[in-house]
C-alpha cells in the first residue's frame, strides 16, 4: 500500500478511518452508530470514504445502486474513487462494494478483517465471495 499514490482528501485522511468496525447492520439507510466512521457494512464505508472528497452517492444497497443510472454510470477501466463491486458470481444482490484507491489498491471494510483493510484484486479472487468482478461504478453527481 502506497499512501503517497492515493488521492488525499482536503482536511486529510481522519484518523478513525483506519479503525472503523464491520457493522452489518450499519447500512447506508442506518441512523445507527451516527457516524459511519463509529461502524459501517461495506456500503456506508465506501460511501463515507467518497464523502471525505466532497462525492455524495446515494445511500442505496448493492444491486440498486448498480441499477442506479442518474448519478453514477458503469466504467470500464477504474480510476481513484471509483466503486468496485464484488460478488460469488455476476448478481449485485449482496455485492460486496470497495473504493478503488491507486492502481490494484481497493480500500474496503467487511467482516472477514473487521475493520478496513487494502487488497489487491488477486486478494478478492481467492475468495469464494469476492471471487467475481461484477463491475465499477462512477459517480457522476450529487444526488
Keep these: 500500500m502506497d499512501l503517497e499514490s492515493w488521492p488525499r482528501p482536503l482536511d486529510g485522511w481522519p484518523e478513525k478511518v483506519w ?39 446515494p445511500p442505496l444497497r448493492s444491486s440498486n445502486l448498480w441499477e442506479e443510472e ?3 454510470g458503469i466504467v470500464n477501466r477504474p480510476e481513484p474513487l471509483d466503486l468496485v463491486f464484488f460478488g460469488p ?8 462494494i470497495g473504493v478503488w484507491m491507486a492502481p490494484d489498491e481497493i480500500f ?7 475493520v478496513p483493510a ?9 475468495r469464494p465471495r469476492y471471487k467475481t468482478v461484477i463491475g465499477v461504478k462512477r459517480i457522476s453527481e450529487a444526488p
Design 118 to 126: 487494502v487488497w489487491r484484486m488477486s486478494e478478492f479472487a481467492t
Design 19 to 57: 479503525s472503523v468496525p464491520y457493522s452489518l447492520l450499519a447500512s447506508p439507510t442506518s441512523d445507527a452508530p451516527e457516524s459511519w466512521l463509529d461502524g459501517s457494512n461495506c456500503q456506508r464505508f465506501a460511501y463515507g470514504v467518497l464523502r471525505l472528497f466532497d462525492l455524495d452517492c
Design 70 to 72: 442518474m448519478y453514477t
Design 89 to 96: 458470481g455476476t448478481d449485485p444482490f449482496g455485492a460486496h
Design 108 to 114: 474496503h471494510l467487511c467482516s472477514e478483517v473487521g
